[in-house]
Nanobody, 116 residues
Framework: QVQLVESGGGLVQPGESLRLSCAAS????????MAWYRQTPGKQRELVASITREGTTNYVDSVKGRFTISRDNAKKTLDLEMNSLQPEDTAVYYC??????????WGQGTQVTVSS
């Protein structure tokens, strides 16, 4: 049973924007701190942004000021607004719980490619 489905990725030029969405079919979604992760070939998956159940957000330095994470507990969705995209942001983006012990199986992710 698929629990995490990412969408919204695509091919954009530097400086452009994308909005990623994650549909989380997770019981008690509102109780979990959630996060967006990204991964490129040959590199470990890294935490990009997180949001607690109270709404407190944190970002990796490389995206701070450009990305905004948000959640809609009623719809059980997690979004990532990505502005001023750079080639270094190219990756497959995934959503999941922030706590490793609480994570669901990783979804397919959504590909973001930033290129001229």
């Amino acid at each position: 049973q698929v629990q995490l489905v990412e969408s919204g990725g695509g091919l954009v030029q530097p400086g452009e924007s994308l909005r990623l969405s994650c549909a989380a079919s997770v019981t008690l979604f509102s109780r979990y701190a959630m996060a967006w992760y990204r991964q490129t070939p040959g590199k470990q998956r890294e935490l990009v942004a997180s949001i607690t159940r109270e709404g407190t957000t944190n970002y990796v330095d490389s995206v701070k000021g450009r990305f905004t994470i948000s959640r809609d507990n009623a719809k059980k969705t997690l979004d990532l607004e990505m502005n001023s995209l750079q080639p270094e942001d190219t990756a497959v983006y995934y959503c999941n719980m922030m706590a490793a012990s609480l994570r669901r199986p990783w979804g397919q992710g959504t590909q973001v490619t930033v290129s001229s």
